[in-house]
T-cell receptor, first 108, second 111 residues
Framework: GIQVEQSPPDLILQEGANSTLRCNFS?????LQWFHQNPWGQLINLFY???GTKQNGRLSATTVATERYSLLYISSSQTTDSGVYFC??????????FGQGTELSVKP | EPEVTQTPSHQVTQMGQEVILRCVPI?????FYWYRQILGQKVEFLVS????????KSEIFDDQFSVERPDGSNFTLKIRSTKLEDSAMYFC?????????FGPGTRLTVT
């Protein structure tokens, strides 16, 4: 079945710092999404990125499908970036399997 | 921008009661999903729904759960007789291509 693993599990940053979150996924994954879960529990779509690189403001993501990993970059972090970041993998448009998440805390 | 909506945002119910969680997917989407997240844990798949029938379900989705698309806009999850361990955040999602869009969730508390 589909497997998704994220690292690190926790990350503490000072405001203004940059960070990289990693997601490894199994062979059967051909769809990949990144989410941010805010303090109210809402899942915010960040990227749909089965391969390649995308950027949205201070956030960018790269997926190297042949090596089965994806990276989420956060630059110049702000306190509002705090929360849990999930990657989720799926195949043929079916269910998504979520990783355990990376809990990010950005200190002022 | 179109979005998935869910009601209620928070529901408290007593053990053994039936609950219905409601979702309005994005209007032109064809595939619908329910997921749940127990506090502090990862998000887990419950069920997928396409063309008015269940296309896949997880082991969690037992006989106590059912889904329905009663009209052209709503998608519901019913839990027949709630248990304490059903307390969780329930997310609805929909898609037309491969990207899934999630609603804001319903926090279910079973006392």
């Amino acid at each position: 079945g589909i497997q998704v693993e994220q690292s690190p599990p926790d990350l503490i940053l000072q405001e203004g710092a940059n960070s990289t979150l990693r997601c490894n996924f199994s062979d059967s994954v051909n769809n990949l999404q990144w989410f941010h879960q805010n303090p109210w529990g809402q899942l915010i779509n960040l990227f749909y990125i089965p391969s390649g690189t995308k950027q949205n403001g201070r956030l960018s993501a790269t997926t190297v499908a042949t090596e089965r990993y994806s990276l989420l970059y956060i630059s110049s972090s702000q306190t509002t970036d705090s929360g849990v970041y999930f990657c989720a993998g799926g195949n043929q448009g079916g269910k998504l399997i979520f990783g355990q998440g990376t809990e990010l805390s950005v200190k002022p | 921008e179109p979005e998935v909506t869910q009601t209620p945002s928070h529901q408290v119910t007593q053990m053994g009661q039936e609950v219905i969680l409601r979702c309005v997917p994005i209007s032109n989407h064809l595939y619908f999903y329910w997921y749940r997240q127990i506090l502090g844990q990862k998000v887990e798949f419950l069920v997928s729904f396409y063309n008015n029938e269940i296309s896949e379900k997880s082991e969690i989705f037992d006989d106590q759960f059912s889904v329905e698309r009663p009209d052209g806009s709503n998608f519901t999850l019913k839990i027949r007789s709630t248990k304490l361990e059903d307390s969780a955040m329930y997310f609805c999602a929909s898609r037309i291509s491969y990207e899934q869009y999630f609603g804001p969730g319903t926090r279910l508390t079973v006392t």
